[in-house]
T-cell receptor, first 111, second 111 residues
Framework: DVKVTQSSRYLVKRTGEKVFLECVQD?????MFWYRQDPGLGLRLIYF???????EKGDIPEGYSVSREKKERFSLILESASTNQTSMYLC??????????FGEGSRLTVL | GQQLNQSPQSMFIQEGEDVSMNCTSS?????WLWYKQDPGEGPVLLIA?????ELTSNGRLTAQFGITRKDSFLNISASIPSDVGIYFC???????????FGTGTRLKVLA
């Protein structure tokens, strides 16, 4: 079974803090994604990566950056967290078959 | 970002009843995925569809890839209380790794 693991299930941070969200997949997938999910807005793509050190902006990249130094690990970085970044963050990894597998989610609260 | 139209938005059903929901798009898709998401958890992939007209089952769940390639349907037979959750679809066009997601159907099952 494909395993996508997000490092933190719940985080509480203060405005202005730097936040790292990490995601690891164990299936040698090339394509990995970061989404945020908010009520009424659905899933919105922040960034995706199609290979090591390769990334592309999604629909809402402002205020975020990403890092993909190793194939199995895709990190989302909030350089200076703001209250409007309080959300559920979901990492996903894409199988060659087209199946997209999600992690358990990271619920971030910014105070 | 774009979202797919999914209906119904929510439904209450009695245990043992069958459930139907659908997703429609203005674009043609090559792949349809269906997910279930429990509160506070990441989405779990239920079924993947790759071909127009394809009908695929996973236990009590059956999904179909619409002939026009612009819609997909999910049926749940003989619903049970643990079917409660949010179901959503995702569609992928050719030439892109990105998925577009449905607005979700919230299912509540009355025992």
């Amino acid at each position: 079974d494909v395993k996508v693991t997000q490092s933190s299930r719940y985080l509480v941070k203060r405005t202005g803090e730097k936040v790292f969200l990490e995601c690891v997949q164990d299936m040698d997938h090339e394509n990995m994604f970061w989404y945020r999910q908010d009520p009424g807005l659905g899933l919105r793509l922040i960034y995706f990566s199609y290979d090591v050190k390769m990334k592309e902006k999604g629909d809402i990249p402002e205020g975020y950056s990403v890092s993909r130094e190793k194939k199995e690990r895709f990190s989302l970085i909030l350089e200076s967290a703001s209250t409007n970044q309080t959300s559920m963050y979901l990492c996903a990894s894409l199988e060659n078959t087209g199946e997209l597998f999600f992690g358990e989610g990271s619920r971030l609260t910014v105070l | 970002g774009q979202q797919l139209n999914q209906s119904p938005q929510s439904m209450f059903i009695q245990e043992g009843e069958d459930v139907s929901m659908n997703c429609t798009s203005s674009s043609i898709f090559n792949t349809w995925l269906w997910y279930k998401q429990d509160p506070g958890e990441g989405p779990v992939l239920l079924i993947a569809l790759y071909k127009a007209g394809e009908l695929t089952s996973n236990g009590r769940l059956t999904a179909q890839f619409g002939i026009t390639r612009k819609d997909s349907f999910l049926n749940i037979s003989a619903s049970i209380p643990s079917d409660v959750g949010i179901y959503f679809c995702a569609g992928q066009s050719s030439g892109t790794y990105k998925y577009i997601f449905g607005t979700g159907t919230r299912l509540k099952v009355l025992a």
